[in-house]
């Protein structure tokens, strides 16, 4: 027989995709709106994504080789969770916040876990949730996009929103990043952008981001009394986008499963409400992912289908 059932053992599923791969398709997303960061806080954001890229990939490598690992910063993950950390930063930053923020994310969100693929919580947030309990006056001090000093101190939208400040920015500034905040909120078009490219590329499904983004809509219709202008600040205003599409899907910290991501999406923007509502912070994506990231496991315990032939007889 010319045709022969060749068995082999497991994966018999390959794909040509590989963890270079998958991280380079992240960073391309990422690339406009760093540059829209760049171009609305100039020299000083450069320098912020440079001091957090450098530190990230410069702990990794220390770690490894002096727990005689191989050194895998070719993978281009440390160079990610460097640029996430940045953009969960405001511009105005001093110097050792960012080399800091990324030396705990690679070293306590990662390395101490065992490396990539171990890490049950997002790095990048777990670094910028140890700076916020840490340095919370240098990590809450935004600038105006375009000022000339560091000194010109805003609220962000979303800030404003809380305390029904009538002096909101508005929509279209909202929409294309001219914002005070951290550097992912520069431009919410530019974000989708990238989480657009990475649905065509299948680096990322579109549960997570898309049942986390509708959720906070629809809660936040509710709530401001179905005035779409307030639900537009909620959903375009903050961190939602940068952590819906690149920091909620990240593969080692969240649910595999199709319902499990839904779940996960659904879970992270009805905490994000709840603390942008009932707190006094007016964010609460960083922390409503770190939570869902706990509760991954169980999601998947009670999401995970059921294996053929474990089912029993009907009676």
Known sequence: MENKMIASSSPHIRSTDTTTSVMLDVLIALIPALIASMYYFGFKAMLVVALSVGSAVGTEAAIQKLTKKRVTINDLSAVVTGLLLAFNLPVSVPWWIPVIGSAVAIAIGKQVFGGLGNNFINPALAG????????????????????????????????MLKTSSPALSPLSDVFLGRIPGCLGETSAILLLLGGAYLIY???????????????????????????????AYHVFGGGLMIGAIFMATDYSSSPVTPK??????????????????????AEGVSYSILFMNVATPLIEKYTAPRVFGTGGVKK
């Open 260 to 281: 499990g991501k839904i779940i996960f999406g659904i879970g992270a923007g009805v905490l994000t409400m709840l603390i942008r509502l009932y707190s006094s912070s």
């Open 201 to 231: 590329k299948k680096v990322i499904s579109w549960r997570i981001p898309g049942t986390y983004i509708a959720t906070v809509a629809i809660i936040a219709l509710i709530t401001n009394g179905f005035d779409f202008t307030g639900m």
């Open 128 to 159: 910028r949730a140890f700076l916020v309990a840490s340095w919370p006056v240098e990590m809450t001090f935004w600038t105006t996009p375009g000022a000339l000093t560091d000194t010109i101190a805003a609220a962000t939208p979303l800030a």
